[in-house]
């Protein structure tokens, strides 16, 4: 089993920034990738950034690339999501999740948990 806590999320003016947090705990090889998604009102679920958490590569959607980070603190267990420079299309609930990934790899899909989403509001 595997828990995770998301926090950080709220409003910000276009071009604010915020962090995202997402503690971690449970079992480790179920967090072997860890990844944010986020879902608009009225539009289907999408990943915005994945870490493999042993290796440390990241990947990250086009559409963010260049003002999102995801990162980890492995002595805290915890998941990061700094978000620059956001715009109003950023607006959306975010969720982090973890899963165990298919031959070492992280892809954007395969993940079995999920947080409870934390709301991220850009207003223009």
């Known amino acids: 089993q595997v828990q995770l806590v998301e926090s950080g999320g709220g409003s910000v003016q276009a071009g604010g920034s915020l962090r995202l947090s997402c503690a971690s705990s449970?079992?480790?090889?179920?967090?072997?990738?860890m990844a944010w998604f986020r879902q608009a009102s009225g539009k289907e679920r999408e990943w915005v950034a994945i870490?493999?958490?042993?290796?440390?590569?990241?990947q990250t959607a086009g559409s963010v690339q260049g003002r999102f980070t995801i990162s980890q603190d492995n002595d805290k267990n915890t998941l990061y999501l700094q978000m620059n420079s956001l715009k109003p299309e950023d607006s959306a609930t975010y969720y982090c999740a973890a899963g165990p990934g298919r031959g070492g790899i992280c892809y954007t899909n395969g993940y079995n948990y999920w947080g409870q989403g934390t709301q991220v509001a850009v207003s223009s």
């Open positions: 449970g079992d480790i090889s179920s967090r072997y990738c």
């Open positions: 870490i493999n958490t042993d290796k440390g590569g990241t």
